[in-house]
C-alpha cells in the first residue's frame, strides 16, 4: 500500500509525476471497475476481515479522512489523497473523520494496471 499526499499530486516536492496506466488492449480486456463509496463516520469497509482483490487498485480521497489498514501497516488519507492498493494486499478502510467521506475507486477484472513513477 502507498498514500501519496494531496501536495505530492500538486507537485510542490519535486517529484516525478505518478502514471497510472490502464489498457487493457496487450491483456486482452477492456473490463475497468469504478466507482463512488461513501463511508459514514466511525464506519469501516468490510465492517470485518479485510478485502482482497487480485488487481491493482486505487482509491482518491474526495472527502474525508480514512484509516487504511493492510496486515502489515497502516496509514492515514485525507481529502486529496490517492491510495494505490497492490494486488492481493489484504486491507480494510474506517473513515476516522466526523463527517461522511467519499472515495473514488477503480480495479480492473484482471491484472494490468501499471504503477510508476517516471
Known sequence: MKVVKKHQLNG???LQPIRILISGKENETDSCLAGLAFLY??????SS?????????????????????THKEWDVAEEGDLILMPPYEPHFNVNISDKQAELLWCRTDKPLCSLSRK
Open 49 to 69: 476481515g479485510f478485502l482482497l482483490h487480485p488487481t491493482e487498485k486505487f482509491v482518491y480521497v474526495k472527502s474525508g479522512t480514512i484509516r487504511i489498514e
Open 12 to 14: 510542490k516536492e519535486n
Open 41 to 46: 463516520p466511525g464506519q469501516r469497509i468490510p
